[in-house]
């Protein structure tokens, strides 16, 4: 499928109820976190967007993923969206989705059509409450990188995150030096686990429904 069918597939299928909490599980780090589903109880919570990005490139439709450089954070190295916190100069979450993504990947707002949002999904380490929108460029971007924020853009062949063949699992060990066991997306050889994967889990659920 083409990248016009894929979203003309999603597009209907995210006038249907979500799968939410049932989809995000697929791919959810054991023991369960339940605070990550609490979210309505949740005061104080940062608010913040990524953009899933569908675009035609040499091997049909495709997702980037940008992998964050080493830092001292909770979030040092890993593999994640195109997405930040909300700032009070954006008009909504979708705003925020959108600018993060041509600020950290380079590709402009008006570039991006953005046909609908997934379930929020509560961050407990950063204590993000996060909305993932998708959204599709008809072109093949231009993709300029912020070094500050990215250390390299991964792009994934849509359907590979389709296959199972895909879904692998290990054991985590936090800094707190807590360990967990969790499912996980190998993309590009890189370790996709955590809070992307979780909303990768319900992009397939919404897919296969």
């Known amino acids: 499928m083409e990248l016009k069918e894929i979203v003309e597939h999603l597009e209907s299928k995210l006038q249907k109820p979500l799968p939410g909490k049932k989809g995000q599980l697929l791919m959810a780090p054991q023991p369960l976190d339940e605070a990550r589903f609490a979210h309505k109880h949740i005061k104080?919570?940062?608010?913040?967007?990524?953009?899933?990005?569908?675009y035609s490139g040499k091997d049909g439709c495709m997702v980037p993923f940008i992998k964050r450089p080493e830092y001292e954070g909770n979030h040092s190295g890993q593999v994640?969206?195109?997405?930040?916190?909300?700032?009070?100069?954006?008009?909504?979450?979708?705003?925020?989705?959108?600018?993060?993504?041509?600020?950290?990947?380079?590709?402009?707002?008006?570039?991006?059509?953005?046909?609908g949002k997934m379930s929020k999904l509560y961050i407990p380490?950063?204590?993000?409450?996060?909305?993932?929108?998708?959204?599709?460029?008809?072109?093949?971007?231009?993709?300029?990188?912020?070094?500050?924020?990215?250390?390299?853009?991964?792009?994934?062949?849509?359907?590979?995150?389709?296959?199972?063949?895909?879904?692998?699992?290990?054991?985590?060990?936090?800094?707190?030096?807590?360990?967990?066991?969790?499912?996980?997306?190998?993309?590009?050889?890189?370790?996709?686990?955590?809070?992307?994967?979780?909303i990768l889990g319900e992009l397939m659920a919404i897919w296969q429904s």
């Open 80 to 115: 994640s969206f195109p997405g930040g916190k909300w700032e009070e100069a954006d008009i909504d979450l979708e705003e925020t989705a959108l600018r993060e993504t041509e600020e950290e990947i380079g590709v402009a707002k008006n570039q991006i059509t953005v046909i």
């Open 125 to 198: 380490p950063s204590n993000f409450l996060v909305t993932p929108y998708i959204g599709f460029s008809e072109q093949t971007p231009e993709f300029k990188p912020d070094p500050r924020e990215v250390s390299r853009i991964i792009h994934s062949d849509f359907h590979a995150l389709l296959d199972n063949a895909n879904i692998k699992e290990t054991s985590f060990e936090l800094a707190s030096g807590y360990q967990l066991k969790a499912p996980y997306f190998d993309i590009e050889k890189e370790v996709v686990w955590g809070a992307t994967a979780m």
């Open 44 to 54: 104080n919570a940062r608010k913040g967007a990524v953009m899933i990005l569908l």
